[in-house]
Every structure is written in C-alpha cells, then in structure tokens.
C-alpha cells in the first residue's frame, strides 16, 4: 500500500555535499527523505550516520550509470508514494587537477556521468514529479566561466531560449569528438572536461522548466544551482566552504513553499539568482 506522505529525494547521497543534503532535508523537509548511493554498503552507512543524530530516512541503491537502476527506483517511489515531490540531482565526478589521464578521455567520462546519467534520471524522475514539486539540479558558477571562455557562436547556442535538449545533445557529444581529435580549443571550447558538462546542466535545467511552463498548472518549480567551492574528495581541503555550507542552496530551493512561483528555470547561487 502505497503512502500519502511527501517524499524527498537525493541521489549521490551517501558523502561531501549530498550527505549535507540530506542532513538538512531531514530537519526541514516535512515528509520522507530517500538517501541513494551507487554502494549499497556506503549507502547504508551513511543512513546509520544520520539515524545516531536520530534523524529519519529511507535508502534505496541509485547507479545512475546503469538505466535498470534508474527505472528500479522509479519503479520503488511509485509503488510506495506514487510519485516524488523533491529531487535533488547531485551525483557527479571530477577527476583531480593532477589525474593524468589523457583529457580526451576525461571529458568522455565526465560526460557520461554528469550529462548523459543525469538526463536518463530526469527522463525517469520528472514524468512522476507530483503538483507543486521541486527539482534541483546540482550545477556550479564554472558553468558560467565556461560559457564565457566559449567561442562567440557557442554562446549564442547556450543563450538561445529556444535550444532543445536534442540540440544541446549534439553540442555535448561535439565537444567529446572535439576533444578525441584535439580540435576543442579550435572549435571554440574551453580547455575544461569538467566545466563544459556543467554548462548542459544549467542549459538543461532551463529546457526542462521551459517545458514544464507549459503544465504551470502543476506549480513545480525546476532549477540549477551552484553549492559553491566545497570542501570535499572531490574538490580537494583548499576550498572555501564546508559541506553545510555548501548544501544551503540546495536546501533553501528544495522544500520551496508550495505558494512560490520563482526562482523557476534559473541559476541559483548564494540563495541569489544568476544571470545566465
């Protein structure tokens, strides 16, 4: 038998700023939140952590690299809640400044998980968004820095209001062949396999609340955000923030009241909206 209760979801959310995530959600968020991880054993780990601050949560095993997963989880919040009312999409990687892997390959593989995973979760997750949900979108300020450090005509695709998400396909996987052929700085990319995927996230975000503007009637409100430089694995011990700091953003735009009509379709940083 399915539950009345609200759900909240984050995914990549057993460590760094999805953990702080979580942590935040379950002191605010009026419903059930759902921890998911591509290890079940740190996935389980982390709800452990949570549960000795007697904080409640559910699990459920998200490998958003593998499209059965995907669909299981989907298949698991409709059997139990029908339908999800907040998710936060954080999985992600990075590779080190100091990872020698040929870039080539970095921006394949970043690609992969930050582009093309995230958007087979949203093609999942978002049909089954209830009325008045909220869906954010773990982007980063590098998206606007790679934007700008792209060539004049890139730009002006990235700006367009009218780019579908078959178009911004294409430009990604350009990108990928670019970088393969050592062309990308010719093409008018930057030099960065990790901040060009973030700008799809923050383009994609964009799409989908302008598709969404179309069912405003459901008052679900879509956004990208940047937590900022977080100190985690991934970004390293120099960076500015904590990792409760870090989660602010994305908490504040998570459990949006249900009366809001913005921030929608918008990049947010610092709880302040960017312009693109």
């Known amino acids: 038998m399915s539950s009345d209760r609200p759900v909240a979801l984050v995914t990549g959310a057993n460590k760094g700023i999805g953990f702080a995530i979580m942590h935040d959600l379950c002191h605010k968020f009026l419903g059930d939140v759902v921890l998911t991880a591509r290890d079940k054993s740190q996935g389980h780990k982390a709800v452990q ?19 059965q997963s995907i669909r299981a989880l989907r298949d698991f919040l409709l059997k139990e809640y029908r339908g999800l009312d907040v998710l936060v999409n954080n999985a992600g990687i990075a590779f080190k400044v100091v990872d020698p892997t040929p870039f080539h390959i970095q921006a394949e593989v970043t690609m992969k998980t930050n ?30 820095w790679a934007l700008k450090n792209c060539s004049p ?22 990108f990928v062949e670019d970088a393969k052929k050592r062309v990308h700085a010719k093409e008018g990319w930057p030099n960065s396999a990790y901040r060009v995927p973030k700008i799809d996230v923050t383009v994609l975000s964009r799409i989908h609340a302008r598709r969404l503007n179309e069912k405003r009637g459901d008052k679900i409100l879509l956004n990208a955000c940047c937590p900022g430089w977080v100190r985690t694995n991934m970004a390293g011990p120099k960076a500015t923030k904590s ?34």
Not at 54 to 67: A, C, E, M, Y
Not at 123 to 128: C, H, N, R, V, Y
Not at 129 to 140: D, E, F, K, L, W
Not at 260 to 271: R, S, T, W, Y
């Open 49 to 67: 952590q949570l549960q000795t601050e007697g904080l409640s949560q559910r699990f459920h095993q998200l490998d958003i690299d593998n499209p």
């Open 243 to 276: 990792t409760e700091e870090g989660a602010e953003t994305p908490v504040y735009l998570a459990p949006l009241p249900p009366d809001a009509e913005v921030p929608h379709g918008q990049f947010v940083q610092d709880k302040k909206v960017e312009q693109w």
């Open 115 to 144: 582009v093309f995973d995230a958007q087979d979760v949203c093609k999942e997750l978002l049909p089954i968004i209830n009325p008045q949900g909220r869906v954010v979108n773990v982007s980063s300020s590098l998206s606007l």
């Open 153 to 174: 005509e890139l730009q002006q695709k990235f700006h367009s209001e009218t780019i579908t998400e078959e178009v911004l396909v294409e430009l990604m996987n350009k």
